[in-house]
């Protein structure tokens, strides 16, 4: 601010005077102080410029959606995966439906990176009345083994979540809803902690530690009638 100053003296010292010798070295010194002056501001009006930047997010809290709503299709799309050891899922009618009623079918969204605390939602419609059978969502999908965590129900409103884990199936807890067609499915992990949602209403809560990442997506347990999921959303950094 002192070099500003002096400059802005030094400039209106030169007004009116005449253009001879005496002018021009006024000038030329005008010229140094304007310099200095400049040099003087820089580290200010760059710490200004720095301050006002917004600090980088921290990974994660990414919202992912998908309604399937495109032309009828035998697998679900490029940013989906099918999961190894299980069997696909297509594109119905504007809904993802599994590929087969008799072969467990899941499928994880491979499009982004996910970070560890997720959750996996989706409108399901299911008909099916064995207890452990269903449609459903799953979280923490590996990329290259048979392992994740899923929500399933069936038409009775039997649900249950589980993990498979390198293809060995074992049931974390279990209950019952009541069932509505098309009404949302929802499981979050977030560190040991799975929390299920049906419709609104929290109907589950459990720990685990068996599977630490992964990515989120939705499944069906065999052997079902029919089923399909609609509106998918995952969402991480919770």
Known sequence: RRWASKAARCLDSIQGEDRGGG????????ALVLALAAV???????????ASRP???AGGGQTISDNFNRGDSADLGANWTVLTGEAAWKISVNTAQPSSTTTDCTEYYSGVSWTANQSSEGKVTVVEITAGNGVGVAVRCSTSARTYYRLVINS???????KMVAGVYTVL?????????GAVLKLTVSGTTLTSVYNG??????TDSAISSGSPGIMMSSTIISGSVDDWTGIDGL
């Open 40 to 50: 003087a501001q820089a580290p200010f009006l760059h710490h200004r410029r720095t």
């Open 173 to 181: 807890t279990s209950g019952t809803a009541t069932y509505s067609v």
């Open 23 to 30: 002018i021009m070295v006024k000038m030329a010194g005008c």
């Open 55 to 57: 600090p980088p997010a």
């Open 156 to 162: 009775d409103g039997e649900w249950k979540v589980a």
């Open 201 to 206: 209403v929290q109907i589950g809560s459990t």
